[in-house]
């Protein structure tokens, strides 16, 4: 079966933060594809990643990159996929630089945007596949049953305090 999420990144070095995204999928069983794609390294390859992701079957892309972080937003620029800006935490300005470079698009071109690092991360995860989940029940229950072990985890965790 062809991935319907896309989880892009500007760097090997992001992967650290984004592989909380995939973390995620494969504990709700939902096929991926992975790579890193730069606006500013690698532009061409990044705009042809982008015009090609919807004839490939991507329903969701999820971007992640750090510092002048324009890859989220350049990637929305070339498609209308809905797209989850990851801000990877930067050791300059604690990611956030990569905040401000992801959140602030103009108006006509949106980038959801989660919030710095490895959390914010697994919420463009769960995000994603929440937006699976509008039209695959399979999705949505997984989600579901998650959402319950988390209420459960609360619970159990405020009785041991
Ligand atoms: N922000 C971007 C983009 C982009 O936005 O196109 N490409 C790489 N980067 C970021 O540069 C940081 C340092 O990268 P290196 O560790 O490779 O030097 C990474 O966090 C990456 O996301």
């Not at 002048?68 to 990851?86: N, Q, R, Y």
């Not at 630089?97 to 697994?122: E, H, N, R, W």
């Amino acid at each position: 079966m062809n991935p319907e999420i896309s989880i892009i990144m500007g760097s090997t070095s992001d992967w650290e933060t984004m592989s909380a995204a995939c973390d995620v999928l494969d504990e709700l069983d939902i096929a991926y594809e992975k790579k890193v794609v730069s606006a500013h390294r690698t532009p061409d390859l990044m705009f042809e990643y982008a015009e090609q992701a919807r004839g490939k079957g991507i329903k969701v892309i999820i971007a992640g990159a750090g510092g002048a972080a324009h890859l989220p937003g350049m990637v929305a620029a070339k498609t209308t996929l809905p797209v989850i800006g990851v801000p990877v935490q930067s050791k300059a300005l604690q990611g956030l630089d990569s905040l401000l470079s992801i959140v602030q698009m103009p108006g006509g071109v949106p980038v959801a945007t989660v919030a710095i690092g490895k959390a914010g991360a697994t919420n463009a995860g769960l995000l994603a596949a929440q937006i699976l989940g509008t039209y695959k029940p399979e999705v949505s229950q997984r989600l579901d049953e998650r959402r319950e072990q988390t209420r459960q985890a609360v619970i159990e965790s405020s009785e041991q305090l």
